[in-house]
């Protein structure tokens, strides 16, 4: 770690070092602009059509931008288009994109400095909608743009066209309200038109802060300061920082440990085995960190749940789980409280409302119906689900490691109703498989927001999503629910759009084809004299105003 880090350093500082064999050593100080995080997740590709988790985007954001981007409220914001128009029917989006933005300088890009142009937005967003490339991100634009020009033999035009080398126009084939916000994802970012056909999983070019320096795999990954990004800070050509080292150090405990020495400059979410060593039963720090580092705690737009399989159709069911009342009992029985204190060391809120959670600045959250924990209330509904508990087939709860204590939690709480229960523990891709293909009733899931709407999380039970083909794994079905969705989508007043999924919320909460646990919180952690570093709902991670200070 020590020869690597000194090699980091000087290939940001000195870029003419051809090795590490040829490195001086150099003094390292924690003052030096190179910022160091670990990530435990292994990531596959930097190619944005293909990013999918949070390790990837992390490190994709860093280097390529999209038209649009999030503030830390969820605010849309500019980023390289500098301003936008949508028609007073909602079909038609207008883009003026930024002149003084170029790409990152590559020897196999002619006429270099090579500028932001109209043209490459057209042929992003035309790469993401092809269903030759396959992206997982193709949904953005499959229901939204008419894309009968990919059929064969067609002679129609993409309908995303630049008008001129700094105007975009992209043309809906029916209203959808979200449009601009979906923009904002990883999968919309822009790349170069030269460097389309290229090997983009390994060598990204973008307009972001940062560059691709050097990548092991499964090692580490190594970027370098973009000297021509177009953002200034009070003056300041930004970034501040020359240059960013993520390391992939599996084990998350080892990985906390070299943060504490001083190794890393950040730290990202806990797990089991340092939360007892870290935090209170109260989410705060322990005295013996206390101004050894700072901690940010933030609402986190991932809502953690115990979902059901309800389809009828099933082969096999579980008669006792397609009884809705019988659903409302066991949400009833569990004190998510408790959980959260205990089992969570204070990180969460309890889930008090529908699936939509914490953190939509304009949603109408005391319009949705509450649900706490009742004991009685769990009684209640029990005996109106007229289900005998003494002869019913045990719940079995599918989990991976990971989540067994709290749902060895959950057992002990549904078992005071004296409904049996079983757990299975899997490999996290084999449940996502027995999920998927309708093997199993009853599961642990999460939802993490892909786009800033709660459309995002309700669309997880609209009827045309129905598992494998979509994220509807209840196999929910209910055409008022399917009604409000698709007008929410056509309704251009955001406060009537809320109100409209508001009312959806509610009549899952009627049916509760889930049981809702709990909001998560992400959990940062940065050294003292790290600057700049924010958090936000969707735990997205901005490096370009971040500096570190000497101390």
């Not at 038609?92 to 142009?117: A, C, E, M, S």
């Not at 096999?316 to 659903?327: G, M, Y």
């Amino acid at each position: 770690m020590q020869a690597f880090r000194l090699f980091v350093i000087y290939l940001v500082f000195f870029p003419i070092c051809i090795g590490i064999n040829g490195c001086q050593v150099v003094d390292k100080s924690k003052s030096d602009q190179v910022f160091y995080y670990n990530e435990d997740q292994s990531i596959a590709t930097l190619d944005p059509a293909f990013v999918k988790s949070q390790s990837e985007i992390w490190v994709v954001s860093q280097m390529l931008e999209g038209l649009v981007e999030y503030d830390d409220s969820l605010r849309i914001q500019p980023c390289l288009a500098k301003s936008w128009e949508i028609s007073p029917d909602g079909l038609v989006y207008t883009f003026h994109l930024r002149r003084d933005v170029f790409f990152h300088d590559n020897p196999k890009i002619k006429h270099l400095p090579r500028p932001f142009l109209a043209q490459d937005v057209v042929e992003s967003f035309k790469r993401i909608a092809d269903p030759k490339t396959a992206s997982p991100g193709a949904w953005i634009f499959n229901d939204k743009l008419d894309l009968t020009c990919f059929d064969s033999g067609s002679s129609l035009r993409f309908p995303v066209v630049a008008t001129n080398d700094s105007t975009v126009r992209i043309t809906l084939k029916q209203v959808y309200a979200p449009f601009i916000d979906v923009l904002a994802m990883p999968y919309c970012f822009i790349v170069p038109v030269d460097w389309i056909d290229q090997d983009f999983r390994k060598h990204p070019i973008g307009t972001g802060p940062f560059l691709m320096k050097q990548w092991e795999e499964e090692v580490s990954l190594l970027l370098h300061k973009n000297q021509r990004y177009y953002r200034f800070e009070n003056g300041n050509r930004l970034p501040y920082l020359q240059g960013v080292c993520i390391e992939n150090v599996k084990n998350k405990q080892t990985a906390f440990m070299k943060f504490v020495q001083g190794e890393y400059d950040f730290f990202n979410g806990i797990d089991a085995s340092i939360k007892d060593e870290l935090l209170t039963r109260k989410g705060l720090l322990k005295p013996k960190y206390n101004g050894a580092f700072k901690l940010l705690k933030q609402a986190f737009l991932n809502t953690e749940y115990i979902g059901f399989n309800i389809d009828p159709a099933q082969t096999s069911p579980n008669l006792a789980v397609l009884n809705a009342d019988f659903r409302k009992a066991l949400g009833f029985a569990i004190d998510k409280q408790k959980l959260i204190q205990y089992l969570r060391n204070g990180v969460g809120i309890p889930a008090d409302k529908g699936f939509v959670p914490y953190g939509f600045a304009q949603y109408p959250y005391a319009e949705v119906k509450e649900h706490q924990h009742q004991l009685d209330s769990a009684k209640y509904y029990l005996k109106r689900s007229r289900v005998d508990v003494t002869k019913m087939q045990a719940i079995v709860i599918n989990t991976t490691q990971d989540y067994l204590d709290l749902m060895v939690y959950i057992q002990k709480e549904w078992n005071q109703l004296g409904v049996p229960v079983k757990i299975d523990v899997h490999p996290s891709s084999f449940l996502r498989q027995l999920r998927n293909d309708q093997k199993i009733h009853c599961w642990r899931g999460s939802w993490i927001a892909d786009y800033s709407d709660p459309e995002n999380y309700l669309v997880c039970f609209e009827s045309k999503n129905f598992s494998p083909l979509g994220p509807n794994y209840a196999h929910f079905k209910q055409d008022r629910f399917d009604a409000l969705l698709q007008d929410s989508r056509r309704e251009l007043s955001p406060q009537r759009r809320n109100q409209l999924l508001a009312q959806a919320d509610n009549l899952l909460m009627d049916q509760m084809p889930y049981i809702v646990l709990f909001y998560d919180e992400s959990i940062r952690m940065h050294q003292n004299w790290v600057k700049g570093l924010t958090a936000n709902p969707i735990n997205f991670l901005r490096l370009r105003s971040v500096q570190k200070t000497a101390h």
